[in-house]
């Protein structure tokens, strides 16, 4: 991630965008047997960039902290024969169900990126993303390239099926009524986002959760929808241990969290238009040095750590915007996302 | 228990008045929990998710593979 991180990174970019072909790959869904196959046989990095030719020869590799061999890599790649840089590619016929894919987005359904930022107060009454680093120095601003791990925005993705979507619309919307939040959505936005996504454990651990909604607007056009609610994850403050050895692993962290959204569904495009959803309040709990994922420190004081997140429609259909919810891979909850199995 | 809730309480409803008071509050904290104008540089990258078609295409173009691989998926928390 760090090599796409901070200033001066954009010739990079335009290098790798100007002379590659970019891929990624969820380290733990490499693909079809035939792809994992080719992967194997290039001797890609585990966690970090490997340079390919099409044929698959490998031409380098880089740890995640800084592609710093892209140079390198074109050098040898301009010096492969014409049958490596330019192979004739057939795809395998695959044969019984060793691949390893990423869960496909459901059919027909409505999906929204999911952002998380942790927040402090701004002197001002409010609130503004946090500054602070991985090592708990005093950070420069995020982008300055300074630090191991500057504060940043972490993103997960919000799928429902078409089934559940339509399930939010009321049979007779008329302005002002209540209705409940169908459980199927409630539960998944409990249970997958309420909580401090870079420390993420909370043990799936709900210590109530309440959410409404309320028809704003109903017309011939549509619907507008406002969702309220408030959610308690995890162990309570109280109980969340300071640098508590796997603390995260035993979720043993905990979350309180207020949302507010809006969400509007246009009659003529039969489809939701608008899912704008933001929930506040505070973190707390997790291992004193880092999260197990993220390298995020968040100093060694056992205190409320403000934090936010906010949901946003996804409307287009790029593969980055197909990347499932982490929580629905097979190697988390699989079908557990949707409610099925544990 | 009834100290933290509150807590809870105190520290969160200010904020949310705040949003309930107008629109433009809620679409601030929306938009400023969203990725920084500098942060999210490799979403300006073209990525390919799907390994044969990305083959496929470097050879046709004539140009190496840029693989990113983590243990997890890459463009979210790892």
Known sequence: ???????????????MKENFVPVILDGYLRGTAAEKEFLKGCGTVGNGFTYISASGKKLGGDSYLGANGMAKALEEYRKLPEEDRKPKVVRPE???????????????????????????????????????????????????????NQVLTFVDKFWLT?????????????????LPLPEAIQRRLVRYHA?????????????????????????????????????????AFEEAPLDGKNAEAAGLCGAELKWLGTLHYDAK??????????????????????????????GGDHRRWPMGVAFELLTTDRPIDRIPPQNANPYRGGDAYFGKGK | MIKQAAYFIISALPALAQDRS???????????????????????VPWMSDLGEARKKAAAEGKPLYVWTMAGEPLGQC
């Open chain 1, 162 to 178: 078409e089934a559940e979507w339509k399930s939010l619309l009321p049979e007779n919307p008329a302005k002002g009524r209540s």
């Open chain 1, 94 to 148: 695959e044969v019984g169900s060793s691949a390893s894919l990423p869960v496909a987005p459901p059919s027909g359904g409505l999906r929204a990126n999911v952002y998380f930022t942790y927040l402090e107060q701004d002197g001002k009454g409010d609130h503004r993303r946090a500054l602070w680093h991985v090592e708990g120095q005093p950070g420069e601003e995020p982008g300055s390239g300074a630090g191991r």
């Open chain 1, 1 to 15: 991630m760090l090599t796409f991180y901070g200033k001066g990174k954009e010739s990079r970019i335009a290098l």
């Open chain 2, 22 to 44: 107008g629109a433009e509050s809620f679409e601030r904290r929306h938009a400023h929990m969203k990725p920084q104008a500098d942060e999210w540089k490799w979403a300006q």
């Open chain 1, 269 to 298: 495009k039969k489809a939701f238009d608008r899912f704008q959803v933001v929930a506040l309040g505070n973190g707390w709990g997790g291992n004193r040095k880092q999260a197990a994922t993220t390298n995020f420190y968040r």
């Open chain 1, 195 to 235: 909580l401090d996504m870079a420390h993420r454990s909370t043990g799936d651990k709900v210590r109530s959760a309440t959410f409404s909604l309320t028809v704003e607007e109903a017309s011939a056009d549509g619907v507008t929808l406002r969702l309220e609610g408030a959610t308690e994850t995890g162990v």
